[in-house]
């Protein structure tokens, strides 16, 4: 509040939120201004208080899973190129290529519900967990999903050309 040319100190602060001192409708609009807050925020009862809390990490949660739901995209992307470089060159990965292989199948949407089907506490999760990813999968088990010209591959070109996607290094 100083940078803004009021004599506050850290007593006036205090004096502020305990109700002994009124804040100035001059004072609120800077106040606002510098906590990123509406003005009417300074109004709020106890319990609007606590729901914009809630509000907020609510917000931050989502901001994390998009975060992370990029990130797994990117990293499935690495993953086809490392996998279509290899099987260029010939190599025989065995099981470590298996391993990525499935690994590409796993989309977000089956990741969601998996976590669907756990919370839900079915007796048989695993076989429907299975199930799911066999029907994610959309394409001929033997065939692998990220050969140059396959759906993963091709999908993932895709968003990064629109610009929905950014390659990571």
């Known amino acids: 509040m100083r940078e ?4 506050w100190s850290q007593a006036t602060v205090w004096a502020v939120e305990k109700g002994d001192r009124p804040l100035r409708l001059a004072e609120a ?3 606002a201004a510098i906590l990123k807050k509406p ?3 300074f109004m709020y009862s106890p319990g609007e208080h606590e729901i914009e809390k809630a509000d907020q990490r609510l917000q931050e949660s989502r901001k994390s899973l998009e975060d992370a739901l ?3 995209l990117h990293k499935r992307i690495r993953m ?3 996998l279509d470089a290899a099987r260029r060159r010939g190599e025989d990965l065995g099981r470590v290529a298996r391993a990525g292989e499935a690994h590409l199948r796993i989309t977000p949407e089956t990741v969601v519900r998996e976590w669907r089907i756990r919370e839900a506490g079915t007796s048989q999760v695993s076989d429907e967990i299975n199930e799911t990813r066999l029907v994610d999968a959309g394409h001929d088990p033997s065939s692998p999903p990220w050969t ?3 759906p993963l591959v091709a999908a993932l070109n895709e968003e990064i050309k629109n610009g929905q996607l950014q390659e990571d290094s």
């Open 39 to 41: 003005v009417a925020a």
């Open 4 to 7: 803004r040319g009021w004599k």
């Open 148 to 150: 140059p010209d396959g």
């Open 29 to 31: 609009n800077d106040l």
């Open 80 to 82: 086809a190129q490392l």
């Open 70 to 72: 990029t990130s797994h």
